[in-house]
């Protein structure tokens, strides 16, 4: 460890212990939910609906990547109907007993493909999408090169953004006090990040080059959300620097699936958000509320 003067370490004086011990108030808009153990805090039964891909989540970033698969593939004619049920993260039921069983890692999406038997368990974001894409044939290219890109540029995504989320998201939005030292941290990643993603795509379409992939879902919704002004932090970061990453974003808004996955789970979006999902029929409705509603307002 580098040598510090304590009277600059906050608070004034603190020096890391020998052993560290979990104090359960130590702050932080999710510290009644965090611990430093895995497992199961209670029993709870997860629902099961009608479609053989059962998906358990919330629309966060994570859980629009898989959403956003499924109506894409939905919107290409694939038969990839599937059941979107809300874990509320906030309260805890991510620890339930049959979530646990499904994700030993209790973060949002599990998933359950019932056509499979046994039924098979599916956890990491990343896995879903390349799980979905070899099953149904589609966003995946086979070619060697193609395909290897795409796995290039999914891991940068999975190994990338717990900085942004967990670290600039966490410090910039989340934390019960600002710490100047960890928010240009995590703020010089976030932009370099950024400078990545619009490096690459100053001459590719999409993010392997003319045709959209796992590839895209995945990274979207992050970066995205980012140059969309996530944390209240376009200004902050002057995502309006990253011009071929706008012109990305904006492309694949635009896009019926990507349009449609941003809202699952995720009741209260504008733009029709429902909490749950079951078939087309229920975004169809609530994407018409949604829309009678702004207009009763124009």
């Known amino acids: 460890m580098a040598d510090s003067d304590p009277s600059k370490n906050q608070p004034v004086g603190y020096e890391p212990p020998k052993v560290w011990t979990w104090d359960k108030e130590n702050g932080g808009q999710f510290a009644s939910i965090n611990a ?12 099961v ?16 990547k898989v959403t956003i698969m499924l109506e ?28 646990v069983a499904i994700n030993p890692n209790s973060k949002i999406p599990a998933m359950m493909d019932h ?22 044939g589609a ?4 070619e060697i090169r193609k395909r290897t890109e795409t796995f290039n540029w999914l891991m940068w995504q999975m190994g990338s953004a717990p900085f942004v989320g967990g670290g600039f998201g966490h410090f910039y939005a989340y934390a019960p006090f600002k710490i100047e030292y960890a928010i240009d941290r995590y703020a010089m990643e976030t932009k370099r990040q950024l400078d990545v993603l619009d490096k690459n795509l100053a001459d590719r379409e999409f993010i392997i080059g003319d045709e959209i992939t796992i590839a895209d879902f995945a990274i979207y919704p992050w970066y995205g959300n980012i140059m969309r002004n996530a944390y209240n932090s376009s200004e902050f970061l002057s995502t309006h620097e990253y011009k071929n990453v706008d012109r990305w974003v904006t492309q694949l808004n635009a896009r ?23 078939s087309a029929a229920d975004l169809d409705e609530a994407i018409r509320a949604a829309k009678d509603a702004a207009n009763a307002k124009a």
């Open 36 to 47: 430093p153990t895995a497992g199961a805090r209670e029993t709870i039964k997860l629902p």
């Open 49 to 64: 609906g009608e479609h053989p891909i059962q998906l358990y989540s919330l629309g966060t970033p994570n859980g629009q």
């Open 139 to 142: 966003f995946l290219p086979t």
């Open 115 to 136: 056509s499979q038997n046994p039924p098979l368990r599916l956890f990491e974001s990343g896995s879903m999408l390349v799980y979905l894409a070899e099953k149904f």
């Open 72 to 99: 894409e593939l939905l919107a290409a004619g694939y038969d990839a109907e599937y059941d979107a049920w809300l874990i509320k993260i906030y309260t805890g039921e991510q620890f339930g007993s049959d979530f």
């Open 256 to 278: 019926t699936g990507v349009s449609r996955g941003q809202l699952v789970n995720a009741a209260g979006r504008p733009g029709g958000g429902v909490e749950e999902r079951h």
